[in-house]
């Protein structure tokens, strides 16, 4: 089934297979993300999310299928790639590296700005600007390391705003950050969307939490099982599907959501 049919969508993946040392990771997904979308990327371990991510990234390659983003395939995006914005794993990311928070943003420069070129004034004042934005301006000389958790994540958000992206991509942003943080984090993304006319694809295990800020949820274990709202999600019973297990219904907020106690599939 053929899905380039919207030229507002900003992802288009297309029957996407991808193996890693003859382990199948992805089977024939497809999803289109349409702009301004806020979508919350779901799944077991294990189940290719984080490569979905890198395959939209263009840091993976498909063994099968199409990807494009902005109407190119990712490795070929050029001078598009700046529209992409990204925020790893916190678990990739070495806290007590010797940067301060400033020399953090302007590293997300680092692709415009060339190789051992330094960087220029506009440079600097576009990196201070988004650390207004994200209100950590009087922080920027302060070590990375010496901030709090939901601190850091606010630098790297800015990090990756700083080439003014209108996709951002967030890997699992607010594992190990306490439930009050999580929650300001969440809404101050949604601020961002708003402001800067962001589509955003977030990669999170916390269904409790995300269902009441996404605007879509994409259920993936391999295969891609459902791409819907929320309500939606939950009414198909694809979750059993997605997990492999029995879940449990809750309540929270304005959307009811399910919470997985343990489920098939890889760590």
């Known amino acids: 089934m053929r899905l380039w049919v919207s030229s507002m969508d900003i992802v288009k993946v297309e029957s996407v297979w991808v193996y890693c040392r003859d382990n199948l990771v992805l089977k024939d997904v497809s999803l289109n993300i349409g702009t301004g979308e806020f979508l919350g990327l779901i799944g077991p371990n294990g189940g290719g999310k984080t490569t979905l991510v890198k395959v939209i990234l263009g840091l993976v390659r498909p063994d099968k299928g199409r990807v494009e983003v902005f109407g190119s395939s990712p490795e070929r995006l050029g001078k598009k790639r700046p529209l992409i914005g990204y925020l790893p794993q916190r678990n990739l990311i070495d806290w007590e590296f010797p940067a301060s928070v400033l020399d953090v943003v302007m590293m997300g420069r680092y692709g415009q700005i060339g190789v051992l070129k330094p960087p220029s004034r506009e440079d600097r004042e576009k990196a201070l600007q988004v650390l207004e934005?994200?209100?950590?301006?009087?922080?920027?000389?302060?070590?990375i390391g010496q901030l709090s958790a939901g601190q850091q994540q606010r630098v790297f958000i800015a990090r990756a705003l700083v080439t003014s992206p209108k996709l951002l991509l967030l890997d699992e942003p607010v594992a190990g950050v306490d439930a009050a943080t999580q929650d300001k984090f969440y809404q101050f993304l949604g601020e961002l969307k708003e402001e800067l006319g962001l589509t955003i694809v977030m990669v999170s295990h916390?269904?409790?939490?995300?269902?009441?800020?996404?605007?879509?949820?994409?259920?993936?274990?391999?295969?891609?099982?459902?791409?819907?709202?929320?309500?939606?999600?939950?009414?198909?019973?694809?979750?059993?599907?997605?997990?492999?297990?029995?879940?449990?219904?809750?309540?929270?907020?304005?959307?009811?959501?399910?919470?997985?106690?343990?489920?098939?599939?890889?760590?």
């Open 206 to 267: 916390d269904l409790a939490v995300i269902s009441n800020y996404v605007e879509k949820l994409a259920c993936l274990n391999q295969n891609l099982h459902i791409h819907a709202p929320p309500e939606e999600v939950f009414a198909s019973g694809s979750l059993k599907k997605v997990y492999g297990c029995e879940v449990e219904l809750l309540t929270h907020g304005l959307v009811p959501h399910r919470v997985v106690e343990k489920h098939k599939g890889g760590s």
């Open 133 to 143: 934005r994200v209100g950590m301006v009087d922080l920027a000389q302060r070590q």
